[in-house]
């Protein structure tokens, strides 16, 4: 069984079933289960997980650009789906009256981008070698610590996992990048969820600019870095939200300079 954080419990395989509906994973189950972007949060500042739960997080580019081309290589019926408009910017009247109509939309420009990177991945055939006999976007939901948290693997081969990035350096910056954006939470998380060994997790990486891809691999200690880091966010949700032993409002960082 799994016990979410409103302490209801469901069973995995129903919750897993449901988990396939991207308004339920991203949406309901968004916030009743921890995740990678979640822990991520916590690490950040309470604050920034506290107010992400009541208000959401703003869409930046990068996140739109990623998006597109998980889409675009992943699940391409669902990215020529979307609404495209041609319009030289987001701030266009066109383009908000778009959004008022449709939801969600793209521009052109960022479809095309999309295209020109997946035709580069699509070319390349050691990259599509690593996708023979896999399964893309799965969902999975276990209980880490005593906590319930989800994932969705984007690909997902016999034994491990493979995940897709995206990078604007993909040769120089990447590895620092893996460690400010906490990939190592991702790495452990879903190692645990999906019952995969962390030497056969790999981030699969394509440069936005220069069209490389990369693929690494993930060390014993980048593994424990992201366990680590997962029970750090843990102690801070207790803390804060659970025993509710500090006032948020009261929350100050300090340290010696």
């Known amino acids: 069984m799994i016990k979410l954080l409103n302490n209801k419990e469901h069973k995995k395989e129903e919750l897993i079933s449901k988990m396939h509906d991207d308004s339920f994973y991203y949406g309901e189950l968004g916030k009743l289960a921890f995740s990678s972007s979640i ?30 081309i998980h889409m675009i290589l992943l699940e391409p019926n669902k990215f ?10 987001k701030n266009t009247k066109a383009y ?22 997946a035709d580069a991945f699509l070319k390349n ?57 906490h990939y190592d939470v991702q790495c452990y998380i879903y190692c645990k969820i999906f019952k995969r060994d962390y030497e056969n997790f790999k981030f699969l990486v394509i440069d936005k600019g220069s069209l490389d891809i990369a693929l690494y691999d993930c060390s014993e200690e980048f593994y424990k870095s992201g366990e680590q880091k997962v029970n750090t966010a843990l102690k801070d949700y207790i803390r804060f939200f ?14 010696i300079l």
């Open 39 to 68: 822990i991520k949060l916590l690490l950040d500042s309470p604050k920034v997980y506290h107010y992400t739960m009541l208000y959401g997080s703003p869409e930046t580019q990068p996140l739109r650009d990623g998006r597109l």
């Open 80 to 89: 020529y789906d979307l609404n495209f408009i041609n319009v030289a910017s």
């Open 96 to 117: 908000k009256e778009a959004v008022q109509e449709y939801g969600v939309v793209y521009t052109k420009k960022e479809k095309e981008n999309a295209e020109r990177v």
């Open 125 to 181: 055939e050691n990259a599509l070698r690593l996708l023979k006999d896999t399964k893309f976007e799965v969902p999975s939901i276990e209980m880490l610590n005593g906590y319930a948290f989800r994932g969705k693997a984007d690909i997902l081969t016999e034994n491990g996992i493979i995940d897709l990035k995206t990078s604007n350096d993909v040769k120089n910056s990447f590895r620092y990048s893996a460690k400010k954006y």
């Open 242 to 255: 659970e025993k509710k032993e500090y006032n948020l409002d009261d929350y100050i960082i300090t340290g």
